[in-house]
C-alpha cells in the first residue's frame, strides 16, 4: 500500500527533465528555442521548476490563474499567456503574464489601457489563422490590426505565431511555415517592427522540423505533450531517445470475481446515455478499480498488464483481468495519453506523487 493512497499520479521528474534536454537538443540544432507548455499539468510548480532548471526560460499556459500560482511558487522564468485573453480577466493578465497571444483588437485595446494604468508594457503576440480554424486572425485583415496595435501605447508586439493540429488536425508543412515565415519579413519590413518570436505551432511540429533545412523565420515552439509523452502529435509516434512513461497512473482493486461477460436482463441506456452492447465470451475475472471517467479519461489508459479495459462509469472502471490473478487492495498501473494525463492532474481526487527529484534538484 502507499501512503498516498490511491487513485494516484506518478510523475517521474528525472524524465521529464530527460526529455526537455534532449528536446533542446534537438531544436536548438535547427535554430528554433522552445517555449514550454504547462497547461496539460495544470502549471503544476514542481513540474514547471525541473523544465526551468533544464534550461527553459519561458513557459506558457492558457489559464491566467496557473501562471499565477508558478509565479507565486517562485518558477524563474516569462510566462506567456497561451491563449487570447478574456475581456474579463485583463487585469490579472497584466499583473502575472509577460506576453499574452491575441487575436482580437477589442481585448488588445483594453489591455493597453490597462497597462498604462499601472505604467507597464505588456507584450503581445498576434495570433495568425493558417488553416487550423482554432484561433487567428485572418491573413488579409493582419495589416490593419497591426496598424490599429500600433497606435496604442502599453502594448508592445514582439511577435507573431500560428497554431496547428488542434483543432482542424491541419498538419505543420513546408508550405505553411513558410506562409508564416514570409508574413513575418513582410511585416518587419512593411512597419520597421523587428519580432523577436516567430512561434510556428506545437508538438505537431516536430517531423517538420527536423526534415526542414531551413526554418526560415520560425525561431520558437510551444511545447508540451512532446515534453511530457516523449511523442509528436501527428500520429503519436515516440521520439526517439525520449521517455514516454513519465507518468503513470495507479487504481485500486475493489472487487475482483469471476462473473459472466455479457449483461444479463432487459436492457436500456448507461450511466452516460449509451445504449452499450457485449458479446458474450464466458465467463471471465472481472475487477473493479476504484476509479472512474470523474477521475481520468478512461478510454486513454492502456495497462501495463496483459489485462483489458471494458469500460467505466463516473466512479468505477471495469478490467477483464484474463490471466492476471488481481486481489482486493493490488494496484493496477497504466500508462496514459495526453487526455487521460489532463483530466487526471485536474482531478481533485487523484494524490500525486513525484519520483526522482533528487536527481533533478
Ligand atoms: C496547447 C497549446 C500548445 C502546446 O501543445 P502541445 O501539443 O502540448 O505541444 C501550443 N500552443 C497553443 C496555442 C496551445 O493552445
Not at 109 to 127: C, E, F, G, V, W
Not at 155 to 177: R, W
Not at 270 to 290: H, Q, S, T
Request: glycine share 8%.
Amino acid at each position: 500500500m502507499n501512503e498516498l493512497g490511491s487513485p494516484r499520479l506518478e510523475i517521474n521528474l528525472a524524465k521529464i527533465g530527460h526529455n526537455v534536454e534532449k528536446l533542446i537538443n534537438i531544436y536548438s540544432k535547427k535554430g528554433i528555442e522552445i517555449t514550454g507548455v504547462t497547461k496539460a499539468v495544470c502549471g503544476d510548480p514542481t513540474i514547471a521548476k525541473v523544465l526551468v532548471n533544464k534550461g527553459i526560460q519561458m513557459l506558457a499556459d492558457s489559464k491566467i490563474v496557473n501562471i499565477k500560482s508558478m509565479r507565486e511558487a517562485n518558477v524563474l522564468a516569462k510566462f506567456v499567456l497561451l491563449r487570447t485573453p478574456a475581456l474579463s480577466e485583463i487585469d490579472l493578465v497584466v499583473k502575472y503574464a509577460t506576453i499574452s497571444l491575441n487575436t482580437e483588437l477589442s481585448v488588445i485595446k483594453k489591455l493597453s489601457a490597462t497597462a498604462n494604468r499601472s505604467n507597464s508594457i505588456h507584450k503581445i503576440i498576434l495570433m495568425i489563422e493558417m488553416g487550423d480554424l482554432r484561433e487567428g486572425i485572418m491573413p488579409v485583415d493582419l495589416d490593419d490590426v497591426i496598424q490599429e496595435v500600433l497606435k496604442l501605447t502599453g502594448v508592445e508586439i514582439v511577435g507573431i505565431g500560428a497554431n496547428f493540429a488542434c483543432f482542424g488536425g491541419v498538419k505543420p508543412s513546408i508550405a505553411n511555415m513558410e506562409e508564416l515565415s514570409a508574413l513575418a519579413s513582410t511585416i518587419e519590413e512593411k512597419f520597421s517592427l523587428p519580432l523577436s518570436y516567430v512561434t510556428g505551432g506545437n508538438s505537431a511540429n516536430y517531423n517538420w522540423a527536423v526534415a526542414v533545412k531551413d526554418t526560415g523565420k520560425v525561431n520558437n515552439l510551444r511545447i508540451g505533450e512532446s515534453i511530457y509523452l516523449g511523442c509528436e502529435t501527428l500520429s503519436r509516434m515516440a521520439i526517439p531517445g525520449l521517455f514516454t512513461d513519465a507518468f503513470t497512473f495507479v487504481a485500486e482493486v475493489i472487487e475482483s470475481k469471476i462473473k459472466p461477460s455479457k449483461p444479463y436482463g432487459e436492457i436500456g441506456q448507461d450511466a452516460f446515455g449509451n445504449n452499450p452492447k457485449f458479446e458474450d465470451r464466458g465467463l471471465m475475472r472481472r475487477v473493479i478499480l476504484g476509479v472512474g471517467s470523474q477521475d481520468v479519461l478512461v478510454s486513454g489508459l492502456t495497462p501495463k498488464l496483459d489485462i483489458e479495459v471494458l469500460g467505466s462509469s463516473s466512479d468505477h472502471t471495469l478490467l477483464d483481468a484474463k490471466n492476471v490473478d488481481l486481489k482486493i487492495g493490488d494496484e493496477v498501473a497504466f500508462t496514459m495519453t495526453y487526455g487521460a494525463l489532463l483530466a487526471a492532474v485536474t482531478s481533485p481526487y487523484v494524490f500525486k506523487k513525484y519520483i526522482d527529484y533528487e536527481s533533478i534538484s
